[in-house]
């Protein structure tokens, strides 16, 4: 029989967060079989490169708001941009957040008030800043259940006792009990983000925050592979919102673990996959060329050129076709690292037939164990 764990974080109803270790142990023992002998992925290279890039974009996706990788770029380095200024300033805010957490190391009450304020600037509601004391809000919040108006709601913590709880949340995070290894840190990291979701200790930007501060959390423990976790719920953001409710009505956030370990081994599994091409290929992909190669890889329909557009609009906002076609797909074709299948009956635009496409087998040496969550044998040539 399992033995459940009963976290020091207490809930709104007088009880504690708790998890079954021994139901989650396969899942870690398969992540932790994943990154082994993977020595790439375990440096602050390998974090950066993910985190100012697809991460960045992840975790405002999640939120709803979709950017291309190559126009955070352009609004990161201040070029000329059609975004609205507050689709700018929510990339701008990331940018700075991270550059925090990459370059400061305590995560106490002053240094988070930093933080948030870098995140939420420029962002909140007039009526929000004045009921914000020196720390947290100080009136009550309300969080939809789902994504619409009309969904039922949670209340945050009450905000009387959002310093009490909060106070629990930092105990926790520079606790150093759980930390005997890479998966316990990120479990950690992940109850982590869990707690801040269920106090939301502020009126806006808090899931933002809440995995902002679990990035910050593995940046301090250098356990960069895990720093991929953003990119993982955002394929799956129902599957997050679910979980979460599942932890917050029962208080077991086993679920919301299991959650987060199998979803960020799925994106591991990617990021290998792409490193072993680069490496038959002798060729360094491009932050867009790697991110479209991953959304191929992740596509659970027809492999045609027409579907990966599809796929690319719903994650990065409409484009029109035949510049995806041009700028981003036939450059993964000239290249040799997906090849045309041939022609399908139907037509991306006049005179432009749809093509079927498939990863180029030449240029593949992958250890089935490594991707055997990836089915990769559809998607290769």
């Known amino acids: 029989m399992s033995q459940l764990t009963k976290l020091d974080l207490e809930t709104m109803n007088g009880h504690n967060l708790y998890l079954d270790k021994d139901y989650l142990r396969p899942y870690e023992d398969e992540l932790l079989s994943q990154l082994d002998g993977e020595g790439y992925m ?13 991460e960045l974009n992840a975790n405002n996706l999640i939120e709803g708001i979709k950017n291309d990788i190559s126009i955070i770029d352009e609004v990161i380095r201040r070029k000329k941009s059609n975004l609205s200024e507050s689709q700018k300033r929510r990339i701008i805010n990331l940018y700075h957040g991270y550059r925090y957490i990459l370059t400061h190391k305590r995560i106490n009450e002053d240094s988070l008030r930093k933080l948030y304020s870098l995140l939420s600037e420029d962002l909140l509601e007039a009526s929000d800043i004045k009921r914000m004391g020196d720390y947290y809000r100080e009136a009550p919040v ?21 310093p009490y709880f909060m106070q629990q949340y930092f105990d926790f995070a520079n606790n150093r009990e759980m930390e005997t290894n890479d998966i316990d840190i990120f479990l950690k990291s992940q109850i982590m983000h869990f707690y801040f979701v269920y106090i939301h200790p502020y009126f806006d930007v808090n899931g933002r925050t809440s995995r902002t501060v679990a990035m910050w959390y593995l940046l301090n423990k250098e356990a960069y592979p895990y720093i991929i976790f953003n990119r993982a719920i955002s394929y799956a953001r ?29 994106e591991l599994e990617k990021e290998y996959l792409v490193w ?19 959304y191929f890889v992740t596509m659970k329909g027809n492999l045609t050129a ?12 409409s484009t029109k076709p035949l510049q995806l076609l041009e700028e981003k797909i036939m450059p993964l ?6 090849v045309n299948g041939g022609s399908t009956k139907s037509f991306i635009a006049r005179d432009t037939p749809n093509i079927i496409l498939g990863i180029n087998k030449k240029n593949l040496d992958v250890n089935p164990q490594k991707v055997k969550h990836l089915n990769l044998e559809r998607y290769i040539k």
């Open 306 to 317: 027409k579907d990966l557009m599809a796929f690319y609009c719903n994650y990065n906002g």
């Open 42 to 54: 375990q440096t602050i290279g390998f974090a950066k490169s993910v985190m100012m890039s697809q």
């Open 238 to 266: 129902q599957e997050y919102e679910e979980n979460i409710i599942k932890g917050r009505t029962h208080g077991n956030i086993t679920l919301f673990l299991k959650y987060m370990l199998t979803s960020v081994e799925r």
């Open 333 to 338: 074709i000239e290249k040799g690292i997906l």
């Open 276 to 294: 072993n091409i680069e490496e038959n290929a002798n060729i360094t992909l491009t932050k867009e060329e790697t991110q479209l190669l991953e």
């Open 142 to 162: 309300y969080i939809l259940k789902g994504s619409h108006i009309s969904d039922d709601y949670f209340m945050g913590a009450p905000h009387e006792k959002v």
